[in-house]
T-cell receptor, first 113, second 117 residues
Framework: AQSVSQHNHHVILSEAASLELGCNYS??????LFWYVQYPGQHLQLLLK??????LVKGIKGFEAEFIKSKFSFNLRKPSVQWSDTAEYFC???????????FGKGTKLSVKP | GAVVSQHPSRVICKSGTSVKIECRSL??????MFWYRQFPKQSLMLMAT?????????EQGVEKDKFLINHASLTLSTLTVTSAHPEDSSFYIC?????????????FGEGSWLTVV
């Protein structure tokens, strides 16, 4: 079975700092990868996804992620975070043909103003 | 764009009662919907796959008689927590695969906070 690991439980940054959140998955075949964000009190929103093609994926709100097959990784990055980026971030991988997602445990990001 | 709506967003019920949570795809048809549960400080875990016109498929360890799922139409799936107990208090969220601007994607409802007292 596939699994997803997010190594950082809680990341605290100051505004304008650069962000990189780690995500590793276990499956060695073709993968579809996602990053979701959950702002306090709100529902999950899709930040970006990778299905195929360019391994550097750009998402909303200035986020990007790079798929590195050899490292089984799909790290999320943002050059300069803002206070409004404070949220919990989940990495997820597709399992099966019908769209079931397996989520990592999430990384809470706190950005200090 | 495609939207999945979930209702209610918050519900408090007494122990032993049942509560129903609805998940609707608003502008697309979803033959399959997924129900997840998120306990505090933990990640989302798949509970079951809801299939329109047929029985739901439950993940290991999820009691199908306790968490009743009905996918009566192409736009509606319901999760009923029967004989609720305080340990059922959790965040329940549904999702449905759809066709986004750049291909297949997954859409999530707003989630439902269940508190059993």
């Amino acid at each position: 079975a596939q699994s997803v690991s997010q190594h950082n439980h809680h990341v605290i940054l100051s505004e304008a700092a650069s962000l990189e959140l780690g995500c590793n998955y276990s499956y060695g075949g073709t993968v579809n990868l996602f990053w979701y964000v959950q702002y306090p009190g709100q529902h999950l929103q899709l930040l970006l996804k990778y299905f195929s093609g360019d391994p550097l994926v750009k998402g909303i709100k200035g986020f990007e992620a790079e798929f590195i097959k050899s490292k089984f990784s799909f790290n999320l990055r943002k050059p300069s975070v803002q206070w409004s980026d404070t949220a919990e971030y989940f990495c997820a991988v597709f399992e099966g043909s019908q769209g079931n997602l397996i989520f990592g445990k999430g990384t809470k990001l706190s950005v200090k103003p | 764009g495609a939207v999945v709506s979930q209702h209610p967003s918050r519900v408090i019920c007494k122990s032993g009662t049942s509560v129903k949570i609805e998940c609707r795809s608003l502008d697309f048809q979803a033959t399959t919907m997924f129900w997840y549960r998120q306990f505090p400080k933990q990640s989302l875990m798949l509970m079951a796959t809801s299939n329109e016109g047929s029985k739901a498929t439950y993940e290991q360890g999820v009691e199908k008689d306790k968490f009743l799922i009905n996918h009566a139409s192409l736009t509606l799936s319901t999760l009923t927590v029967t004989s609720a107990h305080p340990e059922d208090s959790s965040f329940y969220i549904c999702s449905a695969p759809g066709l986004g601007v750049s291909g297949n994607t997954i859409y999530f409802g707003e989630g439902s906070w269940l508190t059993v007292v």
